[in-house]
């Protein structure tokens, strides 16, 4: 269950909303929450809620290109948070105008869906079939582009994992030739609980480890190899499956956390930060999202300089060769991750 791992809130307070005074974290009804010891105000995170439109036109369906991050660029059914005191329907039409110039007329629910892949927060999303009856087709307000795809020609770049699962639904309804893009934007969330925000690392090299150590998908092994580390490693090695980097396999991911781990150990890991190297082969930071952390606060790879500095110590030992060219946040590891997984969701038949 997502609730048992550690999923970002960038709205937790740290100072109490009635009194002022500073929070601690208590189990509140089966879950640690912040707490106030002064005057006993708890804090509740809560799922935010979306309305968006599924709009057909022309014998395609109408979508909305992201201007701005997380998922800057990717495509998305015209959508936004349902205001204090509005009615989902009401969002539905009011979102459609604002992002494609389209008046809508709201037919039926298509499905209502969750997903935990928007750093903001969590979200439930009601989809309705829409379809126009007025205004004319422009990208507004924070929308880039708007389009009308064929049912063959739906990005894989769908951006949150909640508007992927209602364009799955959608695409189902539209015969056998959207099967493979169906199976594309699944694929999308094979990567983890929640990617990019919550991922799979497959261990490959546990933290202490002295000789490398593969995957071998021929045989289904992971197999010593014949490299030998300049020290013993600081950090969990390992990938991200169902990702492909540039150099052709899967994106890898370093944990500089605690646990002991064995080869072949699959963690969930929240991403703090990016290593970039000179040749592209970029590195993911990440911390365990479970019980097993050392640093259950830190969102930030900033936030880690000693972890920061021991990474970059030793990658400077074991490849010389190859610089480090910077370092990127969180939210520019999710935009690695996310690209590496449209790239691996693409090569999908």
Known sequence: MLHELILPDPGEPAYCARCGGPLVRQERGGRQRPVCPACGWVYYAKTAFGAATAIELDGGLVLVQRAYEPYAGWWMLPAGFVEYGERADETAVREAEEETGLVVALDDLLGLYFGADDPRNPAHLAVYRARAVGGALRAADDARAVRVFRPEEVPVEAAFAGQRAALRDWLAAQGTEAAPRTRQLAALDLAGPAPPVLVHAVIENPRGSTRRVRYDAASGRFEPTSVAFPWP????????????????????????????????????????????????????????ADGGTAHPAVHELAALPA?????????????PEVAISGWGDAAAARRTIAAA???????RP
Request: neutral net charge; proline residues 5%.
């Open 341 to 347: 997984q449209a790239a691996w969701a693409a090569a």
């Open 307 to 319: 972890e920061r500095e021991a990474l970059a110590r030793w990658h400077a030992a074991f490849r």
């Open 233 to 288: 490693l600081p950090a969990h090695y390992g990938y991200i499956p169902a990702t492909l980097a540039v150099d052709g396999a899967a994106l890898d991911i370093v944990v500089p956390d605690g646990g002991v781990l064995s080869a072949g150990a699959v963690i969930v890991a929240r991403p703090v930060g990016v290593l970039y190297r000179a040749d592209g082969d970029h590195k993911i930071v990440a911390l365990r």
